[in-house]
């Protein structure tokens, strides 16, 4: 009797783990092109993150704040080790530094107006400081970046604390970019380049190779601005342990930390999914680090990298961490990747914008191209005028609001009357990794993975 060939008709379908559809996608386009791929927003692949963790609630062993009748305190203060003039935010949410260029001057300014209305500070970027951005902001932090570019010693006064880039948490190691087709006559102006023309920034500070040179570059930033303003040092995150000491050693006010899933608006793909740690393992390692130097609340710590949530602040804040810096969830809270924008007093719909660009709301990362269908990332003329600053400041101060109602809800709950009292004892981890990461014991254990029994 014959035997018929069995086909196994799942498995002549399977699909390749370490060869899968994104993986042979990325193949074939290196091989037809010979490029790599650049594009905006975070890392896409799945992070350990904040959602792995969860507080642990008052109830017979805690006593939880009244939401409706007990305060809980938000009151954030920011450079008090050396600046003659602290920031005092109302909030500890603040917007992290996002460039004139990367973004139109109409989101620049939505961002100064909600933020100075909900009492918290907003941040330059690269490429200077627009007129529109310092006169909307009650409170402005001023980059200064590797490249330089808009650098003015006018502007740095102007501002209210100055915040020295190391690196980026999309990106540590690497420079910015904004590619020719943003950088329209006054971006170029503003930065001294030739329209149209790629940009590429310095991966590294001009003049200084370390710390000890980083800490004579902050005492010519104080001496210029009279003592006056805190001094912010940003760190992508990768060594972060070491970093942050010498941060500190250099003579910080305030350290600023930026995890992987942090956002940009235009880099390599292989530096956003492969390059620097979860924001989650940074904050431990920062906090680890200041506590080593017995500058824990002292030197002040900012976390950013994919804040999303009022549960996401306050897991940082407990961790240990000052204040955070929000950047992508500002943008979204903007508009970014919405199916429609709101001009003329009504919404229009972007979806054949979105299919020009080869993609859908929801899945774009096309900040590059200078033709955001929502008018945020973008130099046109024409497509910028699809985010008014009105509309969208009012917009993101209710995202900031939320945040913040999110906030006090979970500190209350877990019967604090101060934000700033949260602690790493008010938290437990969901998974091992979480756990080894955070330095937070396992949910029913009391067990810190790496930390012994």
């Excluded at 704040?65 to 603040?94: N, V």
């Amino acid at each position: 009797m014959e035997t018929k060939p069995v086909h196994f008709k799942n498995l002549s379908r399977e699909e390749s783990y370490g060869y899968d559809r994104k993986t042979l996608d990325y193949i074939r386009n290196a091989a037809a092109h010979g490029l790599y791929e650049i594009r905006g927003m975070g890392a896409k692949r799945k992070l350990p993150n904040f959602d792995d963790l969860v507080f642990l609630g008052a109830s017979m062993s805690r006593y939880p704040l009244e939401g409706y009748r007990e305060k809980c305190i938000t009151k954030t203060l920011l450079g008090t080790r050396f600046a003659k003039k602290p920031i005092e935010l109302d909030i500890p949410i603040t917007i992290a530094g996002m460039s004139f260029g990367a973004l139109s001057a109409n989101v620049k300014e939505a961002l100064g107006l909600a933020a100075t209305e909900m009492g918290t500070s907003t941040t330059t970027g690269d490429g200077g400081m627009t007129p529109e951005e310092r006169r909307s902001s009650k409170t402005l932090i001023y980059q200064c970046l590797p490249s330089r570019y808009g650098f003015n010693p006018d502007d740095v006064r102007k501002a209210d604390a100055i915040e020295v880039v190391i690196g980026q948490g999309a990106k540590p190691g690497g420079g910015g970019m904004l590619l020719g087709q943003k950088v329209n006559p006054r971006v170029a102006k503003m930065r001294t380049l030739p329209e149209g023309v790629d940009q590429r920034s310095a991966c590294r500070h001009p003049d200084w190779t370390g710390p000890d040179d980083l800490a004579i570059k902050i005492q010519e930033l104080r001496e210029i601005t009279d003592w006056e303003k805190p001094i912010y040092v940003k760190v992508g995150a990768t060594r972060t342990f070491n970093d942050v000491k010498l941060a500190v050693h250099s003579g910080a006010d305030v350290v600023v930390v930026d995890g992987m899933q942090g956002g940009t608006a235009a880099t390599q793909t292989c530096f956003i999914e492969h390059v620097g740690i979860p924001t989650l393992a940074a904050v431990r390692q920062a906090v680890d680090a200041l506590e080593d130097l017995d500058m824990k609340g002292k030197v002040q710590l900012i976390v950013s990298g994919g804040i999303r949530t009022g549960a996401d602040v306050a897991k940082a804040l407990a961790m240990g961490a000052d204040a955070v810096a929000i950047g992508q969830g500002v943008l979204v809270a903007l508009g970014c990747n919405g199916e429609t924008y709101f001009q003329n007093g009504g919404h229009h719909d972007a979806i054949a914008d979105y299919n020009a660009l080869g993609t859908a709301p929801g899945f774009c990362h096309h900040c590059h191209t200078g033709k955001c269908p929502v008018g945020i990332t973008t130099q046109d003329a024409i497509l910028e005028q699809r985010l008014s600053p009105a509309v969208g400041a009012k917009h993101l101060k209710n995202y900031l609001k939320t945040l913040n109602m999110e906030l006090t809800t979970i500190a209350r709950a877990c019967g604090k009357q101060n934000v700033h009292h949260l602690e790493p004892e008010d938290l437990v981890a969901l998974t091992i990794e979480a756990a080894a990461m955070a330095g937070i014991p396992l949910a029913g254990t009391n067990w810190v993975p790496g930390r012994g029994f």
